[in-house]
């Protein structure tokens, strides 16, 4: 009976014990299970492991490499922009050439047109020489036979002219003109001889000649009678201005 009494504290004792170490036990896996709960946020769950075990210099020679290749990309694409800004001008120039090369065989073909009428090319150019040849000639000339019509007509009936003394401009030299006063601008002076059978009336005389083309002035010289046939002869200057050119000569006329 005492023996048994005595063991029996013995077993609680180790009851404590063991409570005690299985508490131990549970708060250090509590407290592993915080740590890695913890931690589990900075790792890769599942993740396959790597290692980098290049040495620096291999990774600075890969990024150069990189860097090298894009710098050749580049090349190779400011050279095919190149190429093709070069292909675009060549085109452009060729297109230019062909139309420059069309023209000339244009023009040599209108050469050769014009060639197979030279001499009618130098006709015109001598009838338009002498063209104006005769324009340059003829600017002065004055139609006499009829102007000299026109001054008979101007005459009073019964008048006829007997003698005419034409003093005119040529086309190489101006008219000299007169240094009396009053007296107008003239390019040729005619000096005629009229018989009349009466006593001529020389103011009318000189009003008729008034209507005479590009008439300037008129003067009676002298008015003498011829006592053998009874018939007066009036001597009388004329002056006339460029009106009295015919201009046939003259290009612009028939403009």
Do not use: C
Not at 57 to 66: D, I
Not at 187 to 214: C, F, N, R, Y
Not at 215 to 244: P, R, W
């Amino acid at each position: 009976m005492s023996q048994q009494t005595k063991a029996a504290p013995v077993r609680a004792g180790r009851g404590r014990g063991h409570g005690q170490s299985d508490t131990a036990v549970h708060g250090a896996a509590e407290q592993r299970s915080a740590r890695n709960r913890r931690q589990v946020g900075d790792l890769v769950v599942g993740g396959r492991p790597r290692v980098d075990l290049l040495p620096p210099e291999v990774l600075a020679a890969r990024r150069a490499q990189r860097t090298v290749r894009r710098v050749w990309a580049g090349v190779v694409l400011v050279a095919a922009v190149v190429g093709i800004g070069i292909g675009a001008a060549s085109m452009v120039a060729a297109g230019a050439h062909d139309d420059l090369t069309g023209a000339q065989s244009q023009t040599l073909s209108l050469l050769q047109q014009q060639a197979q009428y030279k001499d009618v090319r130098a006709a015109e150019s001598g009838t338009a020489l002498r063209e104006a040849a005769q324009a340059v000639g003829g600017s002065t000339e004055i139609s006499w036979k009829s102007y000299l019509g026109s001054v008979q007509e101007s005459l009073p009936s019964g008048t006829r002219i007997t003698g005419v003394t034409v003093d005119s401009a040529s086309p190489f030299e101006s008219y000299v003109q007169s240094d009396a006063p009053l007296q107008g601008r003239r390019i040729a002076t005619l000096t005629i001889a009229a018989e009349s059978p009466t006593l001529p009336s020389v103011p009318q005389w000189l009003d008729s000649l008034k209507g005479l083309t590009g008439f300037v002035d008129a003067t009676a010289n002298s008015v003498t009678l011829d006592e053998s046939t009874g018939a007066y002869t009036v001597n009388m200057t004329i002056h006339v201005d460029d009106e009295a050119f015919d201009r046939k000569y003259d290009q612009d006329k028939g403009q």
